[in-house]
C-alpha cells in the first residue's frame, strides 16, 4: 500500500478523474457565489467562522466499481469512519454512481470537488495496475484513494475471517486515506499505517485495534483543518466578488 503522486498510470484514473478539475480550483462558481452572497448578508460576523471553529470535517465520495454488496460497503464506510474518528476527524460518505450519470445540477457527485472532498475508488483487483506491489490500493494526493476489494476478500477467506470482510476493508479504506491526510513517507512501524499487513494485523483489525497513532492523528486534523481554511478562504473570494458585482 504504497502513496502515488503523479496521475495517469493506472488505466481507470483518466476515465474516471480529470485532474485539471482538482479540488478547490475549480468550484461551482454560480452555486457557491449565490450561496454566499445570500448567507454573508444575513450572518456577516459568523460565514468565515466555520473553517476555524468546526470540527475537522471531510467529505469522501465513493464509487464502487465491484460486486460489493451495498451492505457490505456501508459496514466498510462505518469502520474507515469509526477508525478516522477515533483520530479526531469526522466523515461524512457520499456512495456516487460507478458509471455515467444523468447530468443534474443538484446531485452532489456531480459538483465541482471542494477543498474538503476525498474520491474513493473500490475497485476489483489491481491485475491490471503498473504498481504490482500495491496489494491493497494506493494513493493519489491530493485527493484521490483506490483500495482492491478483491485482494481484501482473498485476504479474509485464507484466514477463515470471511464475514470480517467490512471490518478489513473499511481498515484498508482508512489506511488509504491516511495517504492523502499524512502525506509522503507516511508509512509506519505501527498502527494502520504499517505498509506490510500480515496475519498479526489483520487479528488486529478485526479486533479494532487497528488505528492511527497519537501522533499521526495530530496531522490527520492539522491537515484536515488547513483544507477547511482553503475553502473557507475560497467561499469568502466568491461572497466578496458576489457583492462587489452588485
Known sequence: ????????????LGDFFCFEQLPWFRLSIMALAGL???ISFAFPETIFASGADSSPTIRIRVNNYTQASPTMLA?????????????????????????????????????????TDIVLRVLSESSQNKFQETAFGFAVVPVL?????????HLARSDNAEFEIPIILGCVIAHEIGHLLLGSNS?????????????GQIRQA?????????QQARLIQAETK????????????LATAAVDSR
Do not use: N
Open 75 to 115: 459496514g466498510a464506510e462505518r469502520e474507515a469512519g469509526r477508525i478516522l474518528g477515533k483520530a479526531g476527524l469526522q466523515t461524512v460518505w457520499l456512495d456516487c454512481p460507478a458509471g455515467p450519470s444523468a447530468s443534474d445540477s443538484q446531485d452532489p457527485c456531480r459538483k465541482a470537488l471542494e477543498a
Open 36 to 38: 454566499a452572497g445570500v
Open 226 to 237: 488547513t483544507r477547511m481554511k482553503l475553502q473557507t478562504a475560497s467561499l469568502r473570494g
Open 206 to 214: 478485526t479486533t479494532g485495534t487497528l488505528l492511527f497513532t497519537p
Open 145 to 153: 484513494a483506490s483500495v482492491y476489494y478483491d485482494y481484501v476478500a
Open 1 to 12: 500500500m504504497r502513496i502515488i503522486r503523479t496521475p495517469g498510470q493506472h488505466p481507470a
Open 187 to 199: 508509512h509506519a512501524d505501527s498502527g494502520i499505517m504499517q505498509g506490510h499487513w500480515e496475519r
